[in-house]
């Protein structure tokens, strides 16, 4: 491990590359079951962000949480699929909305109003990544 990797602590919830295998082929039946059932080919696995994306959607979300009353504590990723173009199922897509805790603002400091993480109402999402390559690769691609 580099010096400057291990100057910096490690998140909760790490995975070992063994384990995100064993994620990634726990879920192989689902999709065989919306590729086969529903897509009639095979859907998309995976959804890819560029590190810039992530930051500037990171700082926008901070500022909107502000702007309308909240504290950005967090993201939460849903997974949604394209809607039906000419008949045909779209891919399957993952998209992120900025969760927080509502707040109220005193003359001195900020109150939280809510006691859990919540999906900021009018917060909006990043969506639009790009799909694995081919579309339904398995990890690691």
Do not use: C
């Amino acid at each position: 491990m580099s010096k400057e990797i291990s100057k910096v602590q490690a998140p909760k919830g790490l995975i070992t590359p063994e384990q995100a295998k064993n994620l990634d082929q726990a879920f192989d039946s689902r999709h065989k079951l919306i590729s086969s059932s529903i897509l009639k080919r095979a859907d998309n696995r995976s959804t890819w962000y560029a590190l810039e994306e992530i930051e500037t959607f990171l700082a926008y979300a901070k500022q909107q949480a502000s702007d309308l009353g909240y504290t950005l504590d967090g993201i939460r990723i849903y997974e949604g699929a394209y809607p039906e173009i000419n008949g045909e199922a779209g891919y399957t897509t993952m998209f992120i909305m900025p969760t927080g805790r509502s707040v109220k603002r005193s003359t001195k400091r900020l109150i939280s109003t809510s006691e859990e993480s919540e999906d900021i109402p009018d917060g909006e999402g990043l969506n639009m990544g790009n799909t694995g390559n081919p579309p339904e690769a398995n990890y690691p691609q």
